[in-house]
């Protein structure tokens, strides 16, 4: 079965830099969510989506920003990046807001130099 | 605010034993609970939640949790546990729309490390 996919899996970037990570949920998964897990942390919730509007907003620093697109897919845009930003970012997947599962994806693992 | 506690950083087990992970939970209204597992390197993958109903929980793997509001607790069993359950498990609280994963708070997190 399909899962959520996100890309890069990996990547690497200077302080200062930006990057922005992708985000593929599940087929007719109309649901977005994104968590951040720092090193030996449990994961934070950042923000979500549902058909293509934001829906909740947690602890996303206003360096970051992100969009759910047409297709559904998002994507998680950080500028000025920090040390502090190295993480494993999730992304999830739900059919729906109400009573239903969320599945997530393997993660992005980002490190800042 | 809602906050969830795993009191046990690490559990050891013999493989074959029964295991228990406890989790506490804060919640100002009726709580939406989940346990996920996190193998390494790998993404969280949901092994039961409670939302309403029946506080005995049946999931995969083998695993059950009992939530109990009088305890504010929601904690994982498995009676007999085999090596491949070693992993991190991650107890979450939330869902502001009832379900998904709007808004989850997870605890820290409890190691399992299972002996042979």
């Known amino acids: 079965a399909a899962g959520v996919i996100q890309s890069p899996r990996h990547l690497i970037k200077e302080k200062r830099e930006t990057a922005t990570l992708k985000c593929y949920p599940i087929p007719r998964h109309d649901t977005v969510y994104w968590y951040q897990q720092g090193p030996g942390q449990d994961p934070q919730f950042l923000i979500s989506?549902?058909?293509?509007?934001?829906?909740d907003k947690g602890s996303i620093p206003d360096r970051f920003s992100a969009q759910q697109f047409s297709d559904y897919h998002s994507e998680l845009n950080m500028s000025s990046l920090e040390l502090g930003d190295s993480a494993l970012y999730f992304c999830?997947?739900?059919?729906?807001?109400?009573?239903?599962?969320?599945?997530f994806g393997q993660g992005t693992r980002l490190t800042v130099v | 605010a809602q906050s969830v506690t795993q009191p046990d950083i690490h559990i050891t087990v013999s493989e074959g034993a029964s295991l228990e992970l406890r989790c506490n939970y804060s919640?100002?209204?009726?709580?939406?609970l989940f346990w996920y597992v996190q193998s390494p390197g790998q993404g969280l993958q949901l092994l039961l939640k409670?939302?309403?109903?029946?506080?005995l929980v049946q999931g995969i793997k083998g695993f059950e949790a009992e939530f109990k509001r009088s305890q504010s607790s929601f904690n994982l069993r498995k009676p007999s546990v085999h090596w491949s359950d070693a992993a991190e498990y991650f107890c979450?609280?939330?869902?502001?729309?009832?379900?998904?994963?709007?808004?989850?708070?997870f605890g820290k997190g409890t190691h399992l490390i299972i002996q042979p």
């Open positions: 999830a997947s739900s059919l729906g807001r109400g009573g239903t599962e969320a599945f």
């Open positions: 409670y939302f309403s109903g029946d506080t």
């Open positions: 919640y100002g209204a009726t709580p939406y």
């Open positions: 989506f549902y058909e293509k509007m934001q829906s």
């Open positions: 979450a609280v939330g869902g502001h729309s009832g379900g998904g994963a709007d808004g989850l708070t």
